[in-house]
DNA sequence: CCTGCCCCATA
DNA sequence: GTATGGGGCAGGA
């Protein structure tokens, strides 16, 4: 029984110019022809001529055909003359290329099509219609959103190049409609690219909001009159010719004539030697071994084919002129000759601090064994990695950098490809040591314990390199020495070091590597090109180091150094590679949840609105709220806009409206799916199926850890549908999830350090903290606390932690300025040792600069003594505020780098996962949880010891459960 | 496609 | 009032 015909549409035309941009600019041996278009474009065809159940076309095409733009004109021009106007002509090297990818077609043996006067989007739609009429199904090749409207039941698109299939569902997800009405949509929105003007002031979300509710374009401009919003109702009366035209030009044209039908589209047997013929003329190696073998064909045997190359000539070899000898140059420029001309440029070079032609290439054992050597003489060397990628749990080795001395540094290439046959990974470059043995070689050197490991962020490095087997140690970290040395000062990125300590600007990575969507992943960076780079890294990280590390000592930084940030490095090392099981389906529930509840929100408040409009658009709900509805805005922006932030909205509807009140709960509801529930799954690494955050040591000014990619620090607890997202997070089958938090640490660091003795005796006494301050100052018994007052107060403690003004005091308790000046009063009367203690950390931070924390920690005040008194204000709040902060990060600083070894002295397996600043997470086998928790709390609670004896006691809650919702 | 802005999640 | 990271929107490339 003969299957479902099948045919394959490949919108060859937008492949060309995607190929051309997302691949590295690549020519042919020899003469220099640009040829990565086509080297992309026969690759694509490839695969999707081997692809079948696996692939994501997902079927073997009865028929197939690659469809072109034609030159010139369209009847589009016709209708509008401005039509793609803005398109600049072809960059000069894709020229000669689309005739040569017209012959890769045929020479696959697939018709190529093309219609004077028509575009490639309307011959694919015509054919979509004849295959579906014929029976057929039918799969688009491409990714251009204006094919998007011929999806439908039996037609889908295949992106091949973002791995995506584009089905109704992808449809909705772009443009918020039906791909039926996906016209409707473009007709209003427009498109800048194509210059389609559509109707000013709206986009797409807008536009597809519009046509929901009122159907199509013709129903809109017809019932224009009674949209709400003025400017968006005279704008869609005076521009609906326009808008009608920009329909016109966007709906595809199905009935194209064409002069093939759709049998002649039957698919041909491969032509072997036909197709090796067309790849040796290319001279694409690497692809003519590979389809040589595939097709059973004799590659030496055939000859390449004759290419008919239109727009491109072959560089004119230059005849050495004889007699034209340098001397005879020099002479006859005088006295400004090559030769002095030479000398100057190499005195200016000598005096630059730093030459980044000068590197070596490292492509042989021997060489490599020379700087290896050169390492172990010198007892310290700086390192650097080049990967293709940020996430060091999934990057690639690419090549590793070394200096021994300044201006001594090589670069050793290891996995760079050249450009040609990319999509398979390509070709390995010439010139490059083997991977594994160049690994081997280095291991030796990178565990070696009497050299001294450099490198700027070595946390990324060492985390790659153990996924090489490779435990890169003893080392010294520029970014962690820069950051105690003058955290608050500036950043301390190695840039950003290099151009302040030795006023040199190193090559920025965008140059080698371009920027957007054109990137290059550093394997296809030229070895030459990434030598310059990355052995510049490895030099100048060097002489920061040498610039840095005598000033640890000269500041009286060394223990802070090693003790609270070299030895977390590892740790955190650690953490991060083991990661944490989060469980897609739950979230997946929850976004449908959400989704729900959001709908039904919606609904509600457009109802209340009497309009639609985008409820996550600020802008749009300002409009909304505090003009049309007149409601009484409060806050305006800095930007001189309503403010609509949750304390503007809530009070609004605490004084009984209704419409900030469900817009309250929908963007929460909103927050809740697109940050956490949407974005977290995408995070799960595919092959440890687990979540790893990446923990920054260097990212804020008071010692505090950061998270991101994802941050899971900021994970929802406060509202019941938020805590549903830490069900997700769960301990593995056997195992179970501890949480363990100091309690109130802050507010005990404070105590000790500004040693105030009832909140001491409090903590002693393991009272609550909040309500003894509310007895304090209203003169009312503990017992008798009512929850109010004792919300005060902990306002006011928290407060005090934060450099507490009047100002802000008011805001959090929505009270009267002078009531809250009132409360501050009464708070500095009753623990007059907090004022002090407050004037003096601010006279400190003027006088010297910077604050310390208990355990030595600076962080600089350089504005401290601003003349601006707002800047002023903020200042001294913040220096008021890092002690305490940046304490309490040091006490869990020194929790974290004993926690490892005490669990394993108390035979604990449990692994240390996740720091949320105040709580430590960990996985552990069930039988093991009872004595996990002991050690983990003791290690926890006698931190600060031997170094610092506390006057208050640290308090560590602790609790297991399958998931974090509940051990917390 | 990038950037600034607004808003919001955590401790 | 402190310290962060990040998503969506809107406007200009």
Same mark, same amino acid.
């Given at each position: 029984m003969a299957e479902k015909p099948h045919l394959f549409l490949i919108d060859g035309s937008s492949y060309i110019f995607r190929a051309y941009h997302a691949l590295p600019p690549l020519t042919r041996k020899g003469d220099g022809l640009p040829v990565g278009a086509v080297s992309g474009f026969c690759n694509m065809l490839w695969k999707l001529l081997q692809e079948k159940e696996n692939g994501l076309a997902g079927v073997d095409p009865s028929h197939i055909a690659v469809i072109f733009d034609a030159k010139g004109h369209t009847f589009r021009n016709e209708i509008f003359d401005q039509y793609k106007a803005h398109r600049p002509p072809a960059p000069e090297d894709l020229r000669p290329q689309f005739g040569l990818i017209r012959d890769a077609v045929r020479a696959f043996n697939i018709e190529s099509i093309e219609l004077e006067g028509y575009e490639a989007d309307d011959i694919i739609a015509t054919y979509s219609e004849m295959a579906l009429d014929a029976g057929a199904d039918v799969t688009i090749i491409g990714s251009d959103k204006d094919l998007m409207q011929l999806v439908r039941p039996g037609v889908v698109m295949v992106d091949t190049m973002k791995n995506k299939r584009i089905e109704e569902a992808e449809v909705i997800e772009k443009f918020g409609v039906a791909p039926d009405k996906v016209v409707e949509v473009q007709a209003l929105a427009g498109d800048s690219v194509d210059n389609i003007p559509g109707v000013p002031g709206i986009g797409i979300k807008t536009a597809a909001l519009l046509i929901n509710e009122f159907g199509d374009l013709?129903?809109?401009?017809?019932?224009?009159?009674? /949209?709400?919003?003025?400017?968006?109702?005279?704008?869609?009366?005076?521009?609906?010719?326009?808008?009608?035209?920009?329909?016109?030009?966007?709906?595809?044209?199905?009935?194209?004539?064409?002069?093939?039908?759709?049998?002649?589209?039957?698919?041909?047997?491969?032509? *072997?030697?036909?197709?090796?013929?067309?790849?040796?003329?290319?001279?694409?190696?690497?692809?003519?071994?590979?389809?040589?073998?595939?097709?059973?064909?004799?590659?030496?045997?055939?000859?390449?084919?004759?290419?008919?190359?239109?727009?491109?000539?072959?560089?004119?070899?230059?005849?050495?002129?004889? @007699?034209?000898?340098?001397?005879?140059?020099?002479?006859?420029?005088?006295?400004?000759?090559?030769?002095?001309?030479?000398?100057?440029?190499?005195?200016?070079?000598?005096?630059?601090?730093?030459?980044?032609?000068?590197?070596?290439?490292?492509?042989?054992? &021997?060489? !490599?064994?020379?700087?290896?050597?050169?390492?172990?003489?010198?007892?310290?060397?700086?390192?650097?990695?080049?990967?293709?990628?940020?996430d060091a749990m999934q990057a690639n080795l690419v090549g590793v950098s070394l200096a021994t001395e300044p201006g001594k540094a090589c670069y050793i290439p290891l996995a760079h490809v050249t450009g040609e046959g990319d999509m398979f990974g390509g070709g390995l470059a010439e010139g490059q040591i083997p991977i594994t043995e160049a690994v081997t070689a280095l291991k030796a050197m990178l565990e070696d314990p009497s050299i001294l490991k450099i490198g700027?962020?070595?946390?990324?490095?060492?985390?790659? !390199?153990?996924?090489?087997? /490779?435990?890169?140690?003893?080392?010294?970290?520029?970014?962690?020495?820069?950051?105690?040395?003058?955290?608050? #000062?500036? @950043?301390?990125?190695?840039?950003?070091?290099? &151009?302040?300590?030795?006023?040199?600007?190193?090559? %920025?990575?965008?140059?080698?590597?371009?920027?957007?969507?054109?990137?290059?992943?550093?394997?296809?960076?030229?070895?030459?090109?990434?030598?310059?780079?990355?052995? &510049?890294?490895?030099?100048? $990280? !060097?002489?920061?180091?040498?610039?840095?590390?005598?000033?640890?000592?000269?500041d009286h930084?060394?223990?802070?150094?090693?003790?609270?940030?070299? %030895?977390?490095?590892?740790?955190?090392?650690?953490?991060?590679?083991? @990661?944490? $099981?989060?469980?897609?389906?739950?979230?997946?529930? !929850?976004?449908?949840?959400?989704?729900?509840?959001?709908?039904?929100?919606?609904? &509600?408040?457009?109802?209340?609105?009497?309009?639609?409009?985008?409820? @996550?658009?600020?802008?749009?709900?300002?409009?909304?709220?505090?003009?049309?509805?007149?409601?009484?805005?409060?806050? #305006?922006?800095?930007?001189?806009?309503?403010?609509?932030?949750?304390?503007v909205l809530e009070d609004l509807a605490a004084e009984g409206h209704e419409l900030p009140a469900r817009v309250v709960e929908w963007r929460q509801l909103s927050k809740l799916k697109s940050t956490y529930t949407d974005a977290l799954p995408g995070f799960i690494n595919p092959q440890t199926k687990r979540v790893h955050t990446s923990y920054s040591l260097a990212a804020t000014t008071t010692g505090r850890l950061s998270s991101s990619d994802p941050n899971l620090q900021n994970i929802p607890i406060r509202t019941e549908a938020g805590r549903k997202i830490r069900t997700a997070f769960v301990a593995t089958p056997g195992n179970k999830l501890i949480s363990a938090d100091y309690s109130q640490i802050e507010l005990r660091v404070l105590a000790h350090m500004a040693d105030i003795g009832q909140l001491k005796k409090a903590f002693d006494e393991g009272l609550d903290i909040h309500a003894m301050t509310a007895s304090e100052m209203f003169n009312v018994p503990i017992e008798e606390m009512d929850s109010a007052t004792r919300r005060r107060a902990k306002a006011i403690n928290f407060g005090i932690i934060y450099g507490i003004s009047a100002f802000g005091l008011a805001n959090q308790l929505g009270i009267s300025r002078t009531e809250a000046k009132d409360y501050i009063d009464m708070y500095f009367t009753r623990f007059p040792g907090i004022r002090t203690y407050m004037e003096d950390t601010k006279t400190a931070?003027?006088?010297? *600069?910077?604050?310390? $924390? /208990?355990?030595?920690?600076? /962080?600089?005040?350089?504005?401290?003594?601003s003349k601006n008194p707002n800047m002023k204000a903020f200042q001294e709040r913040a220096a008021i505020n890092a002690p305490i902060q940046g304490s309490a990060a040091d006490i869990i600083r020194r929790a974290m780098v004993r926690m490892e070894g005490a669990l394993v002295e108390a035979g604990s397996s449990a692994r240390m996962l996740l720091q949320v600043h105040d709580e430590l997470i960990f996985e552990v086998a069930e039988a093991e949880v009872d004595n996990t928790i002991k050690v983990v709390r003791d290690t926890m609670e006698s931190a600060p010891m031997p170094a610092l004896q506390l006057s208050v006691p640290l308090k560590v809650d602790a609790a297991a459960a399958d998931n974090w919702d509940e051990a917390h």
């Open positions: 013709e129903s809109l401009l017809a019932g224009a009159e009674t /949209i709400k919003q003025k400017k968006r109702r005279e704008n869609l009366i005076e521009f609906a010719d326009q808008a009608r035209v920009s329909k016109e030009l966007v709906y595809l044209k199905r009935d194209v004539p064409l002069a093939l039908g759709i049998d002649a589209l039957f698919r041909n047997e491969l032509d *072997g030697p036909k197709l090796i013929a067309f790849l040796k003329a290319m001279k694409f190696t690497s692809m003519t071994r590979r389809i040589a073998e595939a097709t059973d064909t004799v590659a030496d045997a055939i000859e390449p084919c004759d290419l008919d190359i239109v727009g491109w000539e072959p560089p004119q070899k230059v005849a050495a002129v004889e @007699g034209d000898s340098i001397e005879g140059a020099d002479s006859a420029q005088g006295a400004q000759g090559p030769v002095q001309l030479a000398d100057k440029i190499a005195a200016d070079i000598a005096k630059l601090p730093i030459d980044n032609s000068s590197y070596q290439t490292v492509r042989t054992m &021997e060489e !490599l064994t020379h700087w290896l050597n050169e390492a172990k003489r010198v007892g310290y060397v700086s390192v650097d990695t080049e990967t293709d990628s940020l700027q962020n070595l946390k990324y490095d060492t985390l790659l !390199l153990s996924r090489y087997d /490779i435990d890169l140690a003893p080392l010294d970290d520029t970014l962690l020495l820069s950051y105690v040395l003058d955290a608050g #000062k500036h @950043g301390h990125g190695m840039d950003e070091l290099s &151009e302040l300590w030795l006023d040199h600007k190193p090559i %920025p990575f965008k140059e080698i590597a371009g920027t957007g969507k054109k990137q290059i992943t550093f394997d296809k960076v030229e070895i030459d090109k990434a030598t310059a780079y990355a052995a &510049e890294d490895a030099d100048v $990280t !060097l002489r920061l180091w040498m610039v840095l590390k005598p000033r640890l000592a000269a930084m060394v223990t802070v150094y090693e003790r609270l940030e070299r %030895p977390l490095l590892p740790v955190l090392r650690r953490m991060e590679a083991r @990661g944490i $099981t989060v469980d897609r389906q739950i979230l997946s529930g !929850l976004s449908g949840t959400f989704a729900q509840g959001m709908a039904r929100l919606e609904e &509600e408040i457009h109802a209340l609105a009497e309009q639609s409009f985008n409820i @996550g658009s600020p802008k749009q709900l300002g409009d909304i709220l505090f003009g049309q509805q007149g409601l009484p805005g409060g806050k #305006k922006t800095k930007t001189g806009a309503w403010s609509t932030s949750a304390s931070a003027r006088e010297q *600069g910077y604050v310390e $924390t /208990i355990f030595g920690r600076k /962080i600089h005040y350089p504005e401290i003594n």
